[in-house]
């Protein structure tokens, strides 16, 4: 079984200040890990993901997330905040095999951006 | 560039009808899959596809059907909508990679805003 734990349903920060979104998951075999960001009225797009490469990934709009696997985090940073980043963001942990797909979702953090 | 076209932003029904929705891909994907996605809930599995004519039910299937009868399009059907699967529904699709190398990224179309009145 898999899951995954955003703290936090609601998250804001100042303009130019740090953005921290944490997701912890559980999974009983190494996983691949997900953030995509939703804008308003829009569908989720992929803002970067683990796939047991690099532990550190760097993704689009200066975002990036650490995976470590000691306190099975993936934790999404960006180091100032920008009035575009306000969007709901959701972690999600993927399990692949044999074409067989299981991928949870987090219940997702909203990022407010106070300028 | 890659695509998954819903074919209803904003759809209105009333209390027993059927509705369909919706969803086209262009990437020859082999997975399709139908969410659901409402407010402190996240995304809910309802349906997947994993190829044409198959399907597996997700989390919460009750009340929804599906269709696949080619690998581009999955339809999701709501045989006799009622009020509480007013949602915003999330179609997906991603490449299965059947032992090649693949990252199972998710490509989303843009929603269909259903509300049953």
């Known amino acids: 079984a898999q899951s995954v734990t955003q703290l936090g349903s609601h998250v804001s920060v100042s303009e130019g200040a740090l953005v921290l979104l944490r997701c912890n998951y559980s999974?009983?075999?190494?996983?691949?890990l997900f953030w995509y960001v939703q804008y308003p009225n829009q569908g989720l797009q992929l803002l970067l993901k683990?796939?047991?490469?690099?532990?550190l990934v760097k993704g689009i709009n200066g975002f990036e997330a650490e995976f470590k696997k000691s306190e099975t985090s993936f934790h999404l940073t960006k180091p100032s905040a920008h009035m575009s980043d306000a969007a709901e963001y959701f972690c999600a942990v993927t399990l692949l095999g044999g074409g067989y797909q299981k991928v949870t979702f987090g219940t997702g953090t909203k990022l407010q951006v106070i300028p | 560039d890659v695509k998954v076209t819903q074919s209803s932003r904003y759809l209105v029904k009333r209390t027993g009808e059927k509705v369909f929705l919706e969803c086209v891909q262009d990437m020859d994907h082999e997975n399709m899959f139908w969410y659901r996605q409402d407010p402190g809930l996240g995304l809910r599995l309802i349906y997947f596809?994993?190829?044409?004519?198959?399907?597996e039910k997700g989390d919460i299937p009750e009340g929804y059907s599906v269709s696949r009868e080619k690998k581009e399009r999955f339809s999701l059907i709501l045989e006799s909508a009622s009020t509480n699967q007013t949602s915003m529904y999330l179609c997906?699709?991603?490449?299965?990679?059947?032992?090649?190398?693949?990252?199972?990224?998710?490509?989303f179309g843009e929603g269909s805003r259903l509300t049953v009145l």
């Open positions: 997906a699709s991603s490449f299965s990679g059947w032992g090649l190398i693949t990252t199972g990224e998710l490509f």
């Open positions: 999974s009983s075999v190494p996983p691949y």
């Open positions: 596809s994993y190829d044409v004519k198959m399907k």
């Open positions: 683990y796939t047991s490469a690099a532990t």
